[in-house]
């Protein structure tokens, strides 16, 4: 009896379904921080949306990516925790998932098993990806970080309802201190941008028309300075996919990597350990 394999992860998805409650949830927040614009601008604001960012994306470049997804570091416990709240508050995925993610885009990138990648088009890659995930296909991704699930709070965040409890509790709280402008300002825009600087790696910085590439590497990563501000040094992608398990993704003093310097700074205050350089 002969059997057939399943297509490769990344087509099915691109034929997948679109799970139209998740692209809900995707317009909501655009609509919440285009909103911000209809009520006035407040320090308070501002300094909240700078710390929520920098709290979010730190949590997905320090944590998620270069200390769980690649093992290039180890952090204190209760940082690891703190910073997984701020994921948590920025929606920007469960610490699992995340991982299992883009530990299959880095096995299989800019192929056809790759989940997001821009030769199964643009949109798809920016974030079309996240529209088509089913219980299956996030089941089948999970088994590359079983690792990470023996942490109990990355394993419990694995349930919506609790992965959603620290952003509910952070709207509830700026809303009381700050009222809708706050929530709207300080929590809607930058998690707004957020998204869009994660995505922004995982599509333009594997377009052959931007930037450049100093490795010659199986995929089409590339290297995007004028990113690198707003995701944090990960926009030297090309670098990245070179040598994916080492801390600093900046390769030259002019490839400014905002991670590799806090990684640098946790080191002397003892709160990073087992660096990969």
Not at 10 to 17: E, H, I, P, T, W
Not at 99 to 122: Q, W
Not at 155 to 171: C, D, G, K, N, S
Request: aromatic letters at 10%.
């Amino acid at each position: 009896m002969s059997t057939t394999s399943a297509p490769p992860l990344g087509l099915r998805l691109r034929r997948a379904r679109t799970n139209y409650a998740a692209l809900c949830a995707i317009v909501a927040a655009h609509l919440l921080a285009l909103a911000s614009l209809a009520q006035p601008i407040e320090v308070s604001y501002l300094v909240l949306a700078t710390g929520i960012y920098v709290w979010g994306m730190l949590g997905v470049t320090l944590y998620l990516h270069r200390s769980l997804a690649h093992r290039a570091l180890t952090l204190a416990e209760p940082l690891k925790f703190a910073l997984a709240l701020g994921v948590a508050v920025c929606l920007a995925g469960d610490p699992a998932g995340w991982v299992a993610i883009h530990r299959k885009h880095h096995g299989a990138a800019d192929t056809d098993d790759d989940v997001h990648s821009p030769r199964h088009g643009f949109g798809h890659s920016y974030f079309g990806w996240m529209l088509k995930l089913t219980r299956e296909t996030a089941d089948e991704l999970l088994r590359l970080s079983r690792d990470v699930q023996e942490t109990w709070y990355c394993r419990w965040m694995q349930h919506p309802a609790i992965y959603l409890m620290p952003h509910a509790a952070a709207v509830a709280a700026v809303g009381w201190y700050l009222g809708p402008g706050g929530v709207l300002w300080g929590l809607y825009v930058p998690i707004v941008l957020a998204f869009h600087s994660v995505n922004a790696v995982n599509s333009v910085c594997h377009l052959p028309r931007f930037g450049y590439r100093r490795h010659e590497t199986a995929d089409d990563s590339r290297n995007v300075p004028w990113l690198s501000f707003l995701t944090f040094g990960e926009s030297f992608h090309n670098n990245h996919h070179a040598h994916p398990h080492t801390a600093r993704q900046g390769d030259a003093w002019y490839e400014p990597d905002l991670t590799a310097y806090v990684i640098w700074v946790l080191e002397k205050l003892r709160l990073a350990r087992n660096v990969v350089r």
